[in-house]
Nanobody, 122 residues
Framework: VQLQACGGGLAQSGGSLRLSCAAS????????MGWYRQAPGKERELVAA???????KYSDYVVGRFTISRDNAKNTVYLQMNSLKAEDTAAYYC?????????????????WGQGTQVTVSS
C-alpha cells in the first residue's frame, strides 16, 4: 500500500492551498483517513481526520479554516486549507488506517504518505 500526497507549496498569510492524498495497492477497505503535520522542533500532530462514513474531526487550531473530505471511489483524501497562517507552516503527512483480509485472517495497519511541505509567509 502506498499513499501519494501532493498539493503543498508556498502561500501568503490568508491564502489557500489544497492537499490531496491517494491510496494505491491491494487492500480490503480503508477505515479512517487523515492529515497530520509536523513543524521543526515539534511533535507530529493531528490536523483533521475523516472516517469511512464521512464523520470528521479537526484540531482546535484549524477548525473553521480547514476542511477534510474523501472520495471513497478514488481512495483519496483532501484537505482544503483556507485563511492560512504562518503557524500552519509544517510538513503535512497523510495517514490511512487500512483493513486487510486474507481468507479468515483480518488485520488493520497504519500507513503514511511521504509528507508535503506547506509554507505560509506572513
Amino acid at each position: 500500500v502506498q499513499l501519494q500526497a501532493c498539493g503543498g507549496g508556498l502561500a501568503q498569510s490568508g491564502g489557500s492551498l489544497r492537499l490531496s492524498c491517494a491510496a494505491s495497492g491491494r487492500f480490503f477497505v480503508i477505515n479512517d483517513m487523515g492529515w497530520y503535520r509536523q513543524a521543526p522542533g515539534k511533535e507530529r500532530e493531528l490536523v483533521a481526520a475523516v472516517s469511512s462514513g464521512g464523520n470528521t474531526k479537526y484540531s482546535d487550531y484549524v477548525v473553521g479554516r480547514f476542511t477534510i473530505s474523501r472520495d471513497n471511489a478514488k481512495n483519496t483524501v483532501y484537505l482544503q486549507m483556507n485563511s492560512l497562517k504562518a503557524e500552519d507552516t509544517a510538513a503535512y503527512y497523510c495517514h490511512a488506517n487500512i483493513r486487510h483480509v486474507y481468507g479468515s485472517t483480518s488485520y488493520e495497519a497504519d500507513y503514511w504518505g511521504q509528507g508535503t511541505q506547506v509554507t505560509v509567509s506572513s
